[in-house]
Nanobody, 126 residues
Framework: QVQLVESGGGLVQAGGSLRLSCAAS????????MAWFRQAPGKGRLFVAF????????YYADSVKGRFTISRDNAENTVHLQMNSLKPEDAGVYCC???????????????????WGQGTQVTVSS
């Protein structure tokens, strides 16, 4: 089992930045594909960013391209999401997810992921 705990959320003004972290325990996530999703009130989990198991491949939702950066530190068993130029529409609960996969495909469907954290709240004031 993999346990995921997110941190780094908070309240920020539009245009500001936040750095989210996802700390894994239970197993090493060095051979897991990882992703961030956002859940807004009344909506399902929306894909934000993906990183493959090596960190060599990343993919982003169109709405965050050029503003967000996903990265991983396998030695620290963590994944990060650097969010810059935040907009009010970026607000929501950000969850990280893990999938035991070392192939080349990119997964944006939340149903693919086996493990989830509880999430961290991001609020962006206009």
């Amino acid at each position: 089992q993999v346990q995921l705990v997110e941190s780094g959320g908070g309240l920020v003004q539009a245009g500001g930045s936040l750095r989210l972290s996802c700390a894994a325990s239970g197993r090493t996530i060095s051979r897991y594909a990882m992703a961030w999703f956002r859940q807004a009130p009344g909506k399902g989990r929306l894909f934000v960013a993906f990183i493959n198991w090596t960190g060599g491949s990343t993919y982003y939702a169109d709405s965050v391209k050029g503003r967000f950066t996903i990265s991983r530190d396998n030695a620290e068993n963590t994944v990060h999401l650097q969010m810059n130029s935040l907009k009010p529409e970026d607000a929501g609960v950000y969850c990280c997810a893990a999938d035991d996969y070392t192939g080349s495909r990119i997964f944006t469907n939340p149903k693919v992921y086996d493990y989830w954290g509880q999430g961290t709240q991001v609020t962006v004031s206009s």
